[in-house]
DNA sequence: CACCTGCTTCGGCATGTGCCGAAACGTCGA
DNA sequence: TCGACGTTTCGGCACATGCCGAAGCAGGTG
């Protein structure tokens, strides 16, 4: 651990307000210019200015001149992890996070599945004792192993790859962790090759089919309503 | 995505080097009672219980009564998983506070170089832009194929292998990352040869040589007491 | 060169917040 | 019931920091 005092330093340029809103738009779109920046936050270029100085300073983002314009993104992926690990920490207010339904239940991300679906299978997992989770990755163990090798995944062919094994992804709309990384893309491929799940015709969101419902039941004891 | 000036809020909580303080102590240690807190962070209780009601306020630490005590613990995992986060993006400072033991300072992870030496080494390349680093793997930009080159590393016959070329493996001493994979182990075995590091007698330990101390501040700016 | 534009630096103002002294509250033990 | 102790609440002070107006700098353009 850094010292305290370096800590809060960290922590404290995110503490404001209006940086913290730079940041999240930073982490959600293209790079930006300082005066777009300005704009969009509601405020003069000269905050701006001070604001982004200090954030460069901090190592939160860098910056690119092109001519007299000055391109600000984020510094690195650490940042956009930080970014999210701290969202995960704000109190809900009523709603926990006001996502359409359907999407909510079970969604694409990337390549692996994610929703209410994509958590629980991958808590249900870890409840009986087939994923084991550590800091920000999973692992299978050995009955872990032989389990998805029922659902036809091939392990081996997967630690060929130099993707990371599996990964702990966090849900936005769950707040809870699923299994991304090689291993979720390969679960979900699956999946859908067993036609558990099946993609709605359009967008990210995935539907439940009769056979999954029971397949989900029977295997790891999840049901739904 | 929260609001921002929810995340701010909850940043701010983090961004005070008090409390910064308070909650990598609870992060470590076992839970404490508010005067204790007090004590160690060298502030009168009546401060110390203002900042506890803000953090129990933003639900970052949960109490337990006990009789007169109060008992105060980090709220959740994702309290210490946020904190970690944020730590990795504190601007590192060149020397270390305390003075590492032999296998904290510098070891292998299976073929290439871990510890402080090893993430110092890796964190030193990217702030020169010679390697930048994606989710979780790296990469040289063209400066850096240059710059390894100069160490005697074989790029060539390094693309050709199977294996992941540079991957960022989490360093469990330091919780930072270091530079794994092809790239990793390649680094190493030129290190190796060139006598800027050698094995310790036994066990996965590597001593600094003199000549590895010389090299790599000339080279990459790095000095250790 | 002059001029516009994007951005930064400087100075001063106003607000926010960390700190402690004083005091109150609740629990425990004599 | 009383006093000791751990903790919280209240009030006021001092410092830190975000904000903008004004001014300065540098790149692009005619």
């Known amino acids: 651990m850094p010292h305290p005092i370096d800590l809060a330093l960290t922590a404290s340029l995110i503490g404001d307000a209006t940086r913290a809103g730079m940041l999240s738009r930073l982490l959600e779109g293209p790079a930006r ?5 300005a704009r969009e936050a509601g405020i003069s270029p000269q905050t701006a200015s001070g604001h982004l100085a200090k954030l460069l300073e901090g190592n939160l983002v860098r910056v690119e001149v092109q001519g007299r314009h000055r391109y600000y993104r984020l510094a690195n992926p650490d940042v956009a992890r930080a970014l999210e690990a701290l969202s995960l920490l704000v109190p809900t207010r009523v709603a926990p996070v006001r996502v359409p339904e359907p999407l909510r239940f079970a969604r694409t991300c990337y390549d692996h599945l994610a929703g209410t679906l994509g958590v629980a299978m991958a808590e249900g997992l870890e409840q ?26 091939d392990l081996e062919e997967l630690s060929q790859g130099r993707r990371a094994f599996a990964r702990r ?21 699956r999946l859908f090759a067993l036609r558990w799940i099946a993609r709605r015709p359009e967008g990210r969101g995935v539907r439940l089919t009769v056979e999954g419902r029971r397949g989900f039941e029977k295997s790891l004891g999840l049901s739904w309503p």
């Open 33 to 37: 210019t300082a005066g777009e920046l």
């Open 169 to 189: 992804c966090l849900d936005w709309s769950e707040r809870r962790a699923h299994v991304g990384g090689a291993l979720g893309a390969a679960l979900a491929e």
């Open 128 to 153: 009986r004792g087939l994923l084991e989770s550590s800091e920000d990755t999973y692992a299978l163990t050995p009955s872990g192993e032989r389990f998805v090798a029922k659902w036809g995944v």
